[in-house]
């Protein structure tokens, strides 16, 4: 299913804008009567998507060589409500989501970047990756939910 960078970035990026509508359904729900914990559950669920979507446009930048401005503007739509959808078919058409993930060294120089090596090392480990990533974002998850909602109520 995620052979390819460009896959696993549409996925998450679908997957962010319909977390996004069950946050925004959430909110609705509660100010038409609905009990708060909707806006919990929503808000629980469209921010552990956040977060992964976030640590995939950071995976796919590294591993397509992005310019950090462009790697900005995939992480940062995120925040805006639906545009991860946009984002992704700009990166698309740009050909910025084109290509296979590098899991072996080539003559290019920049292969032998640490962090390349790194990620090359993990991209040839997915499980490993994939374990690491769950573990990252939950903690992160877990730091935020008890730093407290946006807002500090």
């Known amino acids: 299913m995620f052979r390819s960078p460009?896959?696993?970035f549409r996925v998450l990026a679908i997957a962010e804008a319909i977390t996004w509508t069950i946050l925004?359904?959430?909110i609705i729900a509660r100010a038409?009567?609905?009990?708060?914990?909707?806006?919990?559950?929503?808000g629980g669920i469209h921010?552990?998507?956040?977060?992964?979507?976030?640590a995939t446009a950071i995976l796919v930048a590294l591993n397509q060589r992005w310019h950090v401005g462009v790697a900005i503007v995939a992480i940062v739509s995120a925040?805006?409500?639906?545009a991860t959808i946009p984002a992704e078919i700009w990166l698309h058409r740009t050909g910025r989501l084109t290509g296979e993930w590098r899991l072996a060294q080539t003559d290019d120089p920049r292969d032998a970047r640490w962090y390349d090596r790194l990620m090359r090392w993990f991209?040839?480990?997915p499980w490993v990756l994939a374990i690491l990533l769950v573990v990252a974002i939950v903690a992160l998850y877990v730091i935020l939910l008890l730093a407290g909602p946006p807002g500090g109520k």
């Open 123 to 125: 991209l040839q480990r």
């Open 32 to 42: 038409v009567g609905a009990p708060g914990v909707v806006v919990t559950v929503g």
């Open 24 to 26: 925004i359904a959430a």
């Open 6 to 8: 460009g896959r696993l």
């Open 79 to 82: 925040v805006v409500p639906y």
């Open 47 to 54: 921010g552990f998507v956040f977060l992964a979507y976030g």
